[in-house]
């Protein structure tokens, strides 16, 4: 009997533990990830976990480091200091969330390269090396940003800014910061800020081109925080469209 005891403990235990790690790191991924993350790991703000390769956690040891010390300087902070064991349970969790497809994208990234190429995107963002640099490079896009997200970026652009945590990784919150500036002479330029210390500021207009102004010969200078520089898209492009565009930009940087 006793013997019959220990073999049942032994195969059920381990299925048991298994369970527990995952609700657990479900709970502790609820309350710290997901607002990044989103709540089934779909992403935001945060890169999509429903994918079958993280580039930045390829095994369980790499997936440890980047929840336990974070990624600072690329927008994901260092949380707080967990136990080994909630670490575990973290990694279980995660590890889960990979295994979950992806939110299926509707629209044809084909399509969408077309839209993009037709739509003027490229004057003011990179893709593989070409394109204008006002706003941020989009190669690898759709390995960090949720389909949800980048829809709303496109169509939403002032709602999709950030919201209290760097809006991109490895930049400063006020990256993209559009400014107005009018000097004492009447010019005005509108565009994004590129620097600024305390006697002179830097700022690129749609055109890229590059403004550097004393501020004592400014009139105005008015800084836009919470605006987008983003050209409001709604009205252009829609329907099938919009899904393509999303469906394209999803696909950067993805890997299969
Ligand atoms: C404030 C937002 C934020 C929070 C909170 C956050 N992350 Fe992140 N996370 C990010 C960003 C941004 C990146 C992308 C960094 C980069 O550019 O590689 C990232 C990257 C990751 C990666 C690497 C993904 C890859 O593609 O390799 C994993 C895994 C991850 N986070 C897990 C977690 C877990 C687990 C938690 C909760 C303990 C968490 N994150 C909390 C923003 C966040
Ligand atoms: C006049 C310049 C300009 C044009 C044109 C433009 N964008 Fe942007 N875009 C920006 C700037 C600046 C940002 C940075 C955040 C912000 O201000 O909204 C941005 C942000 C984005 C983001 C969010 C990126 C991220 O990682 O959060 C996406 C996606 C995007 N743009 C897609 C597009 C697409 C698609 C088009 C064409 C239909 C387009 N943009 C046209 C300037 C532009």
């Known amino acids: 009997m006793r013997h019959v005891l220990v073999l049942i403990s032994l195969a059920v235990f381990p299925l048991a533990a298994q369970n527990g790690d995952l609700e657990k790191g479900r709970q502790l991924f609820l309350g710290m990830c997901s607002r990044c993350h989103g709540a089934e790991g779909g992403g935001g703000e945060g890169p999509n976990l429903n994918r079958p390769v993280l580039s930045r956690a390829p095994d369980d040891q ?41 939110a299926v994208v509707a629209g044809s990234p084909e399509k969408g390269k077309a839209v993009y190429q037709r739509s003027g995107c490229s004057s003011c963002h990179i893709i593989d090396g070409e394109g204008g640099n006002l706003g941020p490079e989009l190669s690898g896009v759709g390995a960090h940003r949720a389909a949800d997200y980048l829809r709303q970026a496109i169509v939403e652009p002032a709602a999709a800014l950030p919201r209290g945590v760097m809006p991109f990784p490895g930049r400063g919150l006020n990256e993209f910061l559009p400014v107005r500036v009018v000097t004492r002479g009447g010019q005005e330029v509108t565009g994004i800020r590129v620097n600024e210390d305390s006697f002179t500021i830097q700022v690129k207009d749609a055109n890229n081109q590059l403004h550097s102004f004393r501020k004592t010969d400014l009139q105005t200078l008015e800084k836009e925080t919470g605006k987008s520089l983003m050209p409001d898209l709604r009205t252009t492009i829609s329907g099938t469209d919009l899904d393509d565009l999303v469906a394209y930009l999803s696909s950067l940087g993805v890997v299969k």
Do not use: C
């Open 62 to 102: 790499a997936l440890t480091a980047v929840i336990r010390d974070g990624i600072p300087d690329r927008g994901m902070p260092r949380i707080r200091r967990f136990t080994d064991t909630e670490l575990h349970a973290m990694v279980v969790y995660v590890r889960s969330l990979s295994r979950t497809a992806g």
